[in-house]
């Protein structure tokens, strides 16, 4: 039975993003929007359609937006004031999409290293400072295809550690794979300022570190984060690795 075939960069990194995108929308949808407890007429009428004990009636509640109604039933350990803040999920979303990109740059670049590698290649002068071992050597030796035991010893252990959405990290993979002058070629696939690719990344990643890294923490309490933020922040990153896909 023939393997299956490994997704293209761009197809991976549009199935992770779906992660992302599918956060937002639940953080959306189950934003509670309703200001008073259910009125014990909804809950009576509830409570017979549930086959729910009329001594059991009372504590049913619920959560209501434009998009659903969420029942509690007795003695559920959720309440409607679960449901007001929904910036963890937003949180979660944006670091999401920011793994999403940085596999998806981790992959792109292995998809080009393979060329650079070959017998008549020409490697980079970046990808020729890549560092390695004498275990590494011994290593590579053992592989009958020792340029395939360089790419998959070392080439891809240092991919996957500089694999980023910060600039610096990106541009560097970029050069790995002989990508000039990146933030001006993004710049111009995106039709956006200069310097505003590089700008947009620092301060995604910056927010996405803040937020794996001490809560998201700002001051003496948490940074607030809107639905329309994170959407047009995911859109950036959609954005940035479109453009790769189209300079690589």
Known sequence: MPGIAKPKPIDAFVDNMADAHHLVRLADALTNQRVRRMRKEMRDRLGVAMRIPVKSRSELDCVESERLFLLFMPGSDLRPADFVDHKPLLRQALVAGCAATETYIGDKVMS????????????????????????????????????????????????????????????ELMSLIGVPRWTKQLDDERGVATGETEAFLDRVTKRRNRIAHNGDREGRGRADLTIDEVRTDLAGLESVAQAIENVV
């Open 112 to 171: 080009q290293v393979g060329p650079l590698l070959w017998a008549n290649g020409t490697p980079t002068d970046r990808l020729k400072r890549i560092q390695m071992t004498v275990g590494d050597w011994f290593a590579i030796d053992e592989y009958d295809r020792r340029r395939r035991g360089l790419r998959e010893r070392i080439v891809a252990p240092y991919v996957l550690i500089n694999a980023s959405t910060a600039p610096n990290k990106v541009g």
